[in-house]
Every structure is written in structure tokens, then in C-alpha cells.
């Protein structure tokens, strides 16, 4: 499927910021740097719909727009109960084969139209006690940024929507569009670690001693060997206090970031040229095929050359250095 038609739906009570993002991934005109174009609607079941914090948006489509949507998102919200005509709208684009996606709370009109019993979902953190009390057929997972269960995609609070729309356009794009528009939007193609590292947690008072300069250069330097000793040094740490404070900055260790980001590399590799994949595997990191091979099929769910027949897309560009 290719996301030719986006539909985001909005409750009668939607928050900004998720609204915002949706339309920032999905919305905006990127053909100048090589995106594909989207017909982009904003739909509601009523011509203005009231955003969180006091705004109200006039909405170019009525629940109509959904006909023919490749991919609905359904808006965050502060209400819990929902109109059935609003309901049977989302079991009718479902019906007919779209894929349905929240942000944050819109997986409470999601849960309500039944599409989510005996199904894995998350949200933000704040409301997965409610949403298991309220559903308890549902299998809420409190720890992840999104879950992608193939025909509904629910993602955890607030940014964790650009992760969950990201890996849509990852998924049915290519990594190479997905890193074309995080680059546009300043932010990254992928998030490692789940939300469980944002749940009631102090915000540093500075963060001029983030380690960020040295993951740079872990993204920067990928083929070549990257122990912890190495890495500590760079941030003129001790190995134990690095590995503590990796964890408690990206939510996961050293080794598995590093893994994180080969595997993503390997993947713009083989989506963007023609490279064996030995080569494939030097570049990204992996010393040898077999060993890429390893990682890339328990990671990604499919072998390399089986990956490349899936995404492959025209050459445009030399294959990255």
C-alpha cells in the first residue's frame, strides 16, 4: 500500500499538537525534495471542530472523506464516548481495507468501535490504566512508542504519534522518504527504547553534558569497531557511568543503539543501490554478510535480499558513501 490518500479524522474535541503532527508528516507538499504527493484530508463529522486550548478549526471534509483513504488517523481527544455515526465511519474505512492509526487517546474512539478486542495496543502512559480498565479485552502494552498490529497502528503519547506516522511511511514508503521527512521536521527517522523512560521522570536541569556529540559520531562512523571504552572516552567518562547514562538518555544500551542504527543504514543500502550485500554489510557495520543476515532477519522479520525485492525503488541518487 502506498499511503496515496491519508485521511486524519478528528474527534468533536481533538488536542493541537497531535493534529499538528499528522498534517506535518502527511499534509505538507514535499514533492520539491523527492517525496511522493499525498491527497492529504482533514475530516469530522461536523464543519468545526474545537481544538484543546481554545481554538476551533474549520474542517474541509465530512466523514465522507474517508472513502477511498489508504490510511486513517484518528486525532487525539479528551472525550470517551462517541457518536455512532463517528464510529461507524472508522468500521467502514476498516472494512474497506484502510489502516487504521491513533495518536495518543484517539485509541479510545478506536477501542469504542471494536476494532481493537484481543488486539495489542498502547497509549500515553498517563492513560493506559484507564483504557485496560475501560477495554479489558484489550492487551495494553504501557512500555512501547507504538504498536504496529498490520491493519491498526495505536501509538503512545503526544510525539510518539511522529514515531508511529514515521514508521507508516518507513513501512509503505521507503526508509528513504521516512529520512527525508524527519530531516524536515528536525527530528529523527527512528526512536530506540520504549516510553517507559518518559514516565514520571525529572527533566534534567541542563543538558550541555548530553551525550549526543558521541552518538553523532557513532551514526557517523558505523563501519568501523565502536567498544564502550572507545565511547566513554570520547565522552571523557568512565565505561560505567557512560553505559548508565546512555541508558538513561536514548533508553536502551550502547550495543543495542549501535545495532539500531546499522540495521537502519543497512536498510537505506539496500532500498538505494545495488550493492552486494557484502558490501552492504561492511558499510553498515556488520564485518560480513552472515552476520548482517543474522541481525537483519531477527530485527527487521525478513532476510536482506528478501527486504531489497519488497522496498527496492528506482535509482535516482548514487548509493550513500
Known sequence: MALDTVALLLPAQSAAFEFAL????????????????????????QPQVDLL????????HGLDGLAGADLVVVGATGLREFDETFLDAIRAAHAAGAIIASVCTG???????????????????????ELAATYPALRVDRDVLFVDDGDVVT????????????????????????STIARRMVVP????????????????????????PVMHWMREHLAEDQPVRELA??????ERTFARRFVAESGTTPAKWLLSQRIHYARELLEASDLPVETVATRAGFGSAALLRHHFAREVGVP??????????????????
Open 53 to 60: 486550548g481554545g481554538l476551533t478549526l474549520t474542517v474541509p
Open 233 to 238: 572516552r570520547r565522552a571523557s567518562m568512565s
Open 304 to 321: 536482506p535480499l528478501d527486504y531489497r525485492r519488497t522496498f527496492t525503488r528506482t535509482l535516482t541518487t548514487p548509493a550513500p558513501a
Open 22 to 45: 499528522v498534517t506535518e508528516v502527511f499534509g505538507v507538499d514535499r514533492t520539491p525534495y523527492g517525496v511522493p504527493a499525498v491527497d492529504f484530508r482533514v475530516c469530522a463529522a
Open 189 to 212: 527517522p527512528q526512536r530506540d527504547g520504549g516510553q517507559r523512560q518518559y514516565v514520571d521522570l525529572p527533566v534534567p536541569a541542563c543538558s550541555a553534558d548530553s551525550l549526543e
Open 107 to 129: 485509541v479510545f474512539p478506536l477501542a469504542a468501535a471494536g476494532l481493537l478486542d484481543g488486539r495489542r495496543v498502547t497509549a500515553h502512559w498517563v492513560h493506559c490504566d
Open 155 to 178: 501509538s503512545a503519547g503526544t510525539a510518539a504519534g511522529i514515531d508511529a506516522c514515521l514508521h507508516l511511511v518507513r513501512k509503505h514508503r521507503g526508509a528513504a522518504i521516512a
